[in-house]
């Protein structure tokens, strides 16, 4: 997006000069061509000389309006509704406080004085003007929504009663009807803003429940009237360009849309289950940039590892984890810290989730013909420099990756194992010989994820005790407080550690916790199985809609008159679209956090889950973060491989040249304050 900028090409290069922001050699080549009419601001923003928010604080310096940040900014709702939803969009300004007796408004182009002087008329004070970027702009636009049970109900308070009597009208009319279209707009507007990875609509006997996956974890949002499924169900499908007569097979899609200046891509899977069909939806976010490793949480040895053998003009570099660990999301980031113009880098994937400029990217297209097998064999036509392979599945794929590795390239790919070391074992089952394996076989990344800890509410403490002999029999404490004092670079003993503990032997093999075993009970009447915990489904207001469609226009004291229900207020539609449950009791006032001062020899500080509070909407978590083990094939791992050692003989040399495992590294990521303990358990034990 162009920033509203009343600067002229000269006058632009002469502040970005001035600033020290862009070398002149380089601002030159930017400069617009003969015949181009692109304006340099554009052209410096395309080529990523300096970013948006950076550009707009030089202007700001430059025409002396202050600069205001509005990304993070919650705005009161009685400022924010002081001008109309749409007064707002036509002017790209937004109030967002009130300074003395001052109104305070962020406009993308502060220059346009009738638009501030119509809104100051509109509020009828005075106003402090301040300029803002226009992503940050339509952000703050999108706080004049209201939770989403009271968008949904606004949405379809026409449609259910509709859906529900007029049976002649067809699937594919009601899912172009404005409100389905809207409900649908909605749902993906909210599973954006919240950060949600998946997004599941699934229809159960009476209802719809609508569940995002955010940070791992599903959560239940809201509940839509069982009527309106199917226009639902076909408006995506519309969208995904899929059948919308066809219930009867799962159906796989593809479609995109904007919000604000997000781009966002999403994949689109139908599956028919016994209530109706069910939809599930990942996001995937084009305009987010590739993360660097560092930023992914890679750190001191694992990255110098990674990053040498990257650099070896062949060998294979493999990323193993279960679905859904962040695999692909590591294998982006290495390939855009490759990607210059000197490498042809091709892909073959399945499916491309993330477009990367410069990449040759196949899809995978099995009803074609075209397997990971066959692709990578045309692959290897097409001259290229790196290769990388969505996932290696089969002994076919295996082979031809390390043929490939064996003749002057480097390759990328993906395994589904437990941890780096069986990585190598699992070659061998795919027929690979050792030899080739020991001499291809670079470096093994083993990954998960683990929820990052809010940092406003989080609680810090000192194991004692149980939890303390527990966590010395978890991990290898010694090692890993030894590689925090390392990371916090001498400064780990007086942050975390009072003095080094004892040597903690080795943790002895344990066999992992069993599994909770949740025993049915079977109802006579049709045969349903029920599991004996409370799987209750939230009621949202939408339910009360599809029973009562006169509710949306009852006021409170009609209904008080004749004892009916009314649409309550969005606090209490806030609160239903929370999962229903016993009201917790007020959390314990929370215990002084420890001086690290006055620690004992031996111990040290973690952290905990905290209550819960604004920054992390009650979450306690905020986001994720990988935990890592990066193997690097040596020359004694290369004659275990040729002598077909077994993946814990394998492990133990790792772990002897240095490598920290998966537990030790989110061991260390705890001591810092990232994560706890129990996320790091619940997603290494097996």
Same mark, same amino acid.
């Given at each position: 997006?162009?920033?509203?900028?009343?600067?002229?090409?000269?006058?632009?290069?002469?502040?970005?000069?001035?600033?020290?922001?862009?070398?002149?050699?380089?601002?030159?080549?930017?400069?617009?061509?003969?015949?181009?009419?692109?304006?340099?601001?554009?052209?410096? /923003?395309?080529?990523?000389?300096?970013?948006?928010?950076?550009?707009?604080?030089?202007?700001?310096?430059? @025409?002396?309006?202050?600069?205001?940040?509005?990304?993070?900014?919650?705005?009161?709702?009685?400022?924010?509704?002081?001008?109309?939803?749409?007064?707002?969009?036509?002017?790209?300004?937004?109030?967002?406080?009130?300074?003395?007796?001052?109104?305070?408004?962020?406009?993308?182009?502060?220059?346009?004085?009738?638009?501030?002087?119509?809104?100051?008329?509109?509020?009828?004070?005075?106003? &402090?003007?301040?300029?803002?970027?226009?992503?940050?702009?339509?952000?703050?636009?999108?706080?004049? &929504?209201?939770?989403?049970?009271?968008?949904?109900?606004?949405?379809?308070?026409?449609?259910?009663?509709?859906?529900?009597?007029?049976?002649?009208?067809?699937?594919?009319?009601?899912?172009?009807?404005?409100?389905?279209?809207?409900?649908?707009?909605?749902?993906?507007?909210?599973?954006?803003?919240?950060?949600?990875?998946?997004?599941?609509?699934?229809?159960?006997?009476?209802?719809?429940?609508?569940?995002?996956?955010?940070?791992?974890?599903?959560?239940?949002?809201?509940?839509?009237?069982?009527?309106?499924?199917?226009?639902?169900?076909?408006? @995506?499908?519309?969208?995904?360009?899929?059948?919308?007569?066809?219930?009867?097979?799962?159906?796989?899609?593809?479609? &995109?849309?904007?919000?604000?200046?997000?781009?966002?891509?999403?994949?689109?899977?139908?599956?028919?289950?016994?209530?109706?069909?069910?939809?599930? =939806?990942?996001?995937?976010?084009?305009?987010?940039?590739?993360?660097?490793?560092?930023?992914?949480?890679?750190?001191?040895?694992?990255?110098?590892?990674?990053?040498?053998?990257?650099?070896?003009?062949?060998?294979?570099?493999?990323?193993?984890?279960?679905?859904?660990?962040?695999?692909?999301?590591?294998?982006?980031?290495?390939?855009?810290?490759?990607?210059?113009?000197?490498?042809?880098?091709?892909?073959?994937?399945?499916?491309?989730?993330?477009?990367?400029?410069?990449?040759?990217?196949?899809?995978?297209?099995? &009803?074609?013909?075209?397997?990971?097998?066959?692709?990578?064999?045309?692959? /290897?036509?097409?001259?290229?420099?790196?290769?990388?392979?969505?996932?290696?599945?089969?002994?076919?794929?295996?082979?031809?990756?390390?043929?490939?590795?064996?003749?002057?390239?480097?390759?990328?790919?993906?395994?589904?194992?437990?941890?780096?070391?069986?990585? !190598?074992?699992?070659? /061998?089952?795919?027929?690979?010989?050792?030899?080739?394996?020991?001499?291809?076989?670079?470096?093994?990344?083993?990954?998960? !994820?683990?929820?990052?800890?809010?940092?406003?509410?989080?609680?810090?403490?000192?194991?004692?005790?149980?939890?303390?002999?527990?966590?010395?029999?978890?991990?290898?404490?010694? /090692?890993?407080?030894?590689?925090?004092?390392?990371?916090?670079?001498?400064?780990?003993?007086?942050?975390?550690?009072?003095?080094?503990?004892?040597?903690?032997?080795?943790?002895?093999?344990?066999?992992?916790?069993?599994?909770?075993?949740?025993?049915?009970?079977?109802?006579?009447?049709?045969?349903?199985?029920?599991?004996?915990?409370?799987?209750?489904?939230?009621?949202?207001?939408?339910?009360?809609?599809?029973?009562?469609?006169? @509710?949306?226009?009852?006021?409170?004291?009609?209904?008080?008159?004749?004892?009916?229900?009314?649409?309550?207020?969005?606090?209490?539609?806030?609160?239903?679209?929370?999962?229903?449950?016993?009201?917790?009791?007020?959390?314990?006032?929370?215990?002084?956090?420890?001086?690290?001062?006055?620690?004992?020899?031996?111990?040290?500080?973690?952290?905990?889950?905290?209550?819960?509070?604004?920054?992390?909407?009650?979450?306690?978590?905020?986001?994720?973060?990988?935990?890592?083990?990066?193997?690097?094939?040596?020359?004694?791992?290369?004659? =275990?491989?040729?002598?077909?050692?077994?993946?814990?003989?394998?492990?133990?040399?790792?772990?002897?040249?240095?490598?920290?495992?998966?537990?030790?590294?989110?061991?260390?990521?705890?001591?810092?304050?990232?994560?706890?303990?129990?996320?790091?358990?619940?997603?290494?034990?097996?």
């Amino acid at each position: 997006m162009i920033l509203n900028m009343h600067i002229s090409d000269g006058e632009l290069k002469k502040l970005l000069l001035d600033s020290g922001t862009v070398k002149e050699a380089v601002l030159n080549d930017a400069m617009p061509k003969d015949g181009s009419t692109e304006p340099l601001q554009a052209s410096v /923003l395309k080529r990523k000389l300096i970013s948006e928010k950076d550009l707009t604080k030089l202007y700001a310096k430059s @025409i002396e309006v202050p600069f205001v940040e509005l990304a993070d900014l919650k705005i009161p709702r009685e400022i924010l509704l002081k001008i109309p939803e749409r007064i707002a969009r036509k002017y790209q300004a937004v109030l967002f406080g009130v300074e003395e007796d001052q109104y305070q408004l962020a406009m993308a182009d502060p220059d346009d004085f009738q638009a501030a002087d119509f809104i100051s008329k509109q509020v009828g004070g005075k106003l &402090k003007i301040y300029i803002a970027t226009p992503g940050d702009i339509l952000s703050a636009i999108d706080q004049y &929504k209201g939770n989403i049970s009271s968008e949904i109900t606004k949405a379809i308070k026409d449609s259910s009663a509709d859906a529900a009597e007029e049976e002649k009208v067809s699937a594919k009319d009601l899912a172009e009807d404005a409100p389905i279209a809207k409900t649908v707009n909605v749902i993906l507007e909210y599973a954006v803003k919240s950060r949600a990875s998946d997004i599941h609509i699934e229809p159960r006997e009476n209802i719809v429940q609508v569940r995002y996956r955010i940070d791992g974890v599903l959560r239940e949002t809201m509940t839509l009237p069982k009527p309106i499924l199917a226009a639902v169900v076909s408006r @995506i499908k519309i969208l995904s360009n899929l059948k919308i007569d066809e219930h009867r097979v799962p159906q796989d899609g593809r479609f &995109k849309f904007s919000l604000g200046a997000k781009q966002v891509a999403l994949r689109v899977s139908t599956l028919p289950i016994m209530d109706g069909e069910k939809v599930v =939806m990942r996001i995937l976010d084009e305009s987010a940039r590739a993360l660097t490793l560092e930023e992914l949480g890679f750190e001191g040895r694992s990255l110098e590892i990674i990053g040498r053998n990257l650099h070896k003009p062949h060998g294979m570099t493999l990323v193993t984890g279960p679905t859904g660990s962040g695999k692909s999301t590591t294998l982006y980031s290495v390939l855009s810290m490759l990607n210059t113009p000197g490498v042809n880098i091709s892909t073959v994937e399945d499916p491309v989730e993330y477009r990367v400029i410069g990449v040759n990217q196949t899809q995978v297209n099995p &009803k074609a013909g075209m397997t990971f097998a066959s692709g990578l064999r045309a692959l /290897l036509r097409q001259d290229p420099n790196i290769i990388m392979v969505g996932e290696i599945r089969d002994g076919e794929t295996a082979d031809l990756a390390v043929q490939a590795a064996l003749t002057g390239h480097v390759v990328l790919s993906t395994l589904h194992t437990n941890n780096a070391a069986t990585t !190598l074992p699992r070659l /061998l089952d795919m027929g690979i010989e050792p030899f080739l394996i020991a001499s291809t076989v670079n470096t093994v990344i083993g990954q998960r !994820l683990v929820r990052r800890l809010c940092p406003v509410c989080r609680q810090a403490f000192v194991p004692e005790g149980t939890e303390l002999s527990n966590i010395k029999r978890d991990f290898q404490l010694d /090692l890993a407080l030894k590689h925090f004092r390392e990371m916090e670079g001498g400064k780990g003993t007086a942050a975390a550690t009072a003095a080094a503990p004892a040597p903690v032997p080795a943790p002895v093999p344990q066999q992992a916790p069993k599994p909770l075993v949740i025993e049915p009970t079977e109802r006579k009447k049709g045969r349903v199985i029920e599991p004996t915990h409370d799987i209750e489904t939230t009621k949202s207001i939408l339910d009360k809609i599809a029973a009562d469609p006169n @509710i949306i226009n009852r006021s409170a004291e009609d209904a008080k008159k004749a004892n009916l229900p009314t649409v309550p207020d969005p606090a209490t539609l806030a609160a239903e679209a929370a999962p229903a449950q016993a009201a917790p009791a007020p959390p314990p006032p929370a215990a002084p956090a420890p001086d690290p001062a006055r620690l004992k020899s031996g111990q040290f500080i973690l952290y905990k889950a905290g209550p819960g509070c604004e920054a992390c909407g009650g979450a306690a978590y905020q986001g994720r973060m990988g935990i890592y083990e990066v193997l690097e094939v040596t020359e004694q791992i290369q004659k =275990m491989i040729v002598g077909h050692a077994t993946a814990d003989d394998i492990q133990l040399q790792a772990i002897r040249d240095g490598m920290l495992t998966m537990q030790q590294d989110g061991f260390v990521k705890a001591l810092m304050g990232k994560t706890t303990i129990e996320e790091i358990l619940r997603v290494t034990r097996e």
